[in-house]
């Protein structure tokens, strides 16, 4: 038994000695080529970076809002008999979009104009008693009874002047003893009655006139009760007219939550209509440019929507605040948007032309690598022989070339082929370079 175990143990031990040896000799045969694939250097096409004079530019991201939105809302309370527009329509200014139920209005209206009718009427009453015709100015004395009261007077006092003459000559004729005592008595009592005469006539005439004065407060009267009555008329006609909801403005209907049958009050929203065309960008724009920011700059905006166009407008408004949290203020561009490409919540990337220029670095499409997982663009600058990865901002582009904003130095050289093979740091040879645009 000790033998067995013995002559186990030998082979055990020789099996392990003729395993090394193997391991040995597959090691010995793998490292040489393991070296040649690790000390291999690539050769790549590179080109150098170029600067022109460009304009000088911002860019600052945003969305799209409209340039009016008007919750429409009815001015009276009602219930709603039809809607005329759906969501997605085009209207007008003063289109029909919704009807209310107006069968109480036009009962109203009518007992208005009832009411009217009769106002005009009384006024027309009160204006005869005085003789004052229509649209004529009131004038008492052109009151047929005051006409009469006033010639009745007048013809007192001629009388009255008449007696005091006659009772004047008597005097002297009584003196000379031409007429006798009674006839002079008789001639003053004449005159006394002649002044009663006037003193009744006068105040009978300025009772008249009162009278006539007082009459026309009537009118006046009367006249204000008109007033108040074509108020109501005019009050009864404005709701009748407000059971039709119109359009604000021209624009397209967003929302339109109501539906024939609901009841709604002033404070309900019927339809939201939108005007689009203009159409306004609310960019976020760094403080660091809030003193080149002026009315009037042209931008240019692109939207996901519609790749590789451009939407041309101009600078029309800029909020003095700056948010404390970003630092950035709010700069609002108008965009025409005649064919209502442009809708409202789009995300925008715009660029807004500075007045001046400055020099821009380009580079070819070919030197650009994009990162999707960050949304990101690198490129490889190559450096005393070796690849340095480099993050950049790109700006607008210029047919195969692309502006550099940040990220490289104006006279950078650029990896332009076997770029997704290339990392950081790494040795490379250059196959030539070329000038950008070549």
């Known amino acids: 038994m000790k033998l067995r175990a013995v002559l186990i143990l030998l082979l055990v031990g020789l099996l392990l000695v003729l395993a090394a040896c193997q391991r040995s000799e597959t090691s010995a045969s793998t490292t040489p080529a393991a070296g040649k694939a690790a000390v291999q250097t690539p050769t790549v096409a590179t080109v150098r970076a170029t600067t022109r004079e460009v304009s000088g530019t911002v860019q600052a991201t945003g969305s799209f809002v409209a340039h009016d939105s008007s919750d429409v809302a009815p001015n009276e309370a009602g219930i709603i008999v039809a809607t005329l527009v759906d969501v997605g329509a085009f209207v007008q200014r003063g289109q029909v979009i919704a ?29 005869s008693k005085i003789g004052l015709g229509q649209n004529q100015a009131f004038d008492p004395n052109t009151v047929p009874e005051v006409l009469a009261a006033k010639a009745a007077y007048e013809s007192a006092v001629a009388q009255q002047k008449l007696a005091q003459a006659d009772s004047r000559r008597y005097e002297n004729l009584v003196n000379s003893g031409d007429v006798s005592r009674s006839a002079y008595d008789k001639a003053h009592t004449q005159v006394e009655t002649a002044d009663a005469q006037v003193n009744a006539t006068r105040q009978q005439y300025e009772a008249t006139l009162n009278a006539a004065r007082q009459n026309y407060q009537g009118v006046a009267t009367q006249e204000a009760s008109q007033l108040g009555t074509r108020a109501q008329l005019g009050m009864a006609e404005k709701v009748l007219a407000d059971a039709q909801i119109r359009a604000p403005f021209a624009g397209y209907v967003s929302a339109r939550p109501v539906t024939p049958g609901e009841y709604v009050s002033t404070s309900s929203k019927i339809a939201t209509i939108l005007r689009v065309t203009p159409i306004k960008l609310e960019l976020q724009v ?51 948007n005649t064919d209502v490409a442009l809708k409202p919540g789009m995300f925008a990337t715009a660029r807004i032309v500075l007045p001046g220029s400055t020099q821009g670095i380009f580079v070819p499409q070919t ?72």
């Open 99 to 127: 009807r209310l139920d107006d069968r109480d209005a036009k009962l109203r209206l009518e007992q208005a104009r009832a009411a009217q009718q009769q106002a005009e009427a009384s006024v027309r009453q009160a204006q």
């Open 286 to 336: 760094p403080e660091l440019y809030a003193q080149q920011m002026t009315r009037g700059l042209n931008v240019g905006a692109s939207v996901t929507g519609y790749t590789g166009r451009v939407f041309d407008g101009v600078v029309t408004a800029i909020n003095p605040a700056v948010d404390p949290n970003s630092r950035t203020f709010i700069v609002e561009a108008t965009f025409a």
């Open 367 to 438: 030197a650009l690598i994009t990162d999707a997982t960050t949304n990101s663009s690198q490129v490889f600058l190559i450096r005393d022989g070796k690849a340095r990865l480099a993050v950049v901002q790109l700006g607008e582009r210029d047919g195969s070339l692309v502006r550099i904003l940040t990220g490289i130095p104006p006279d950078a050289v650029l990896a332009t082929d076997h770029l997704q093979d290339l990392y950081d740091g790494q040795t490379v040879k250059l196959a030539g370079t070329a000038a950008t645009g070549a």
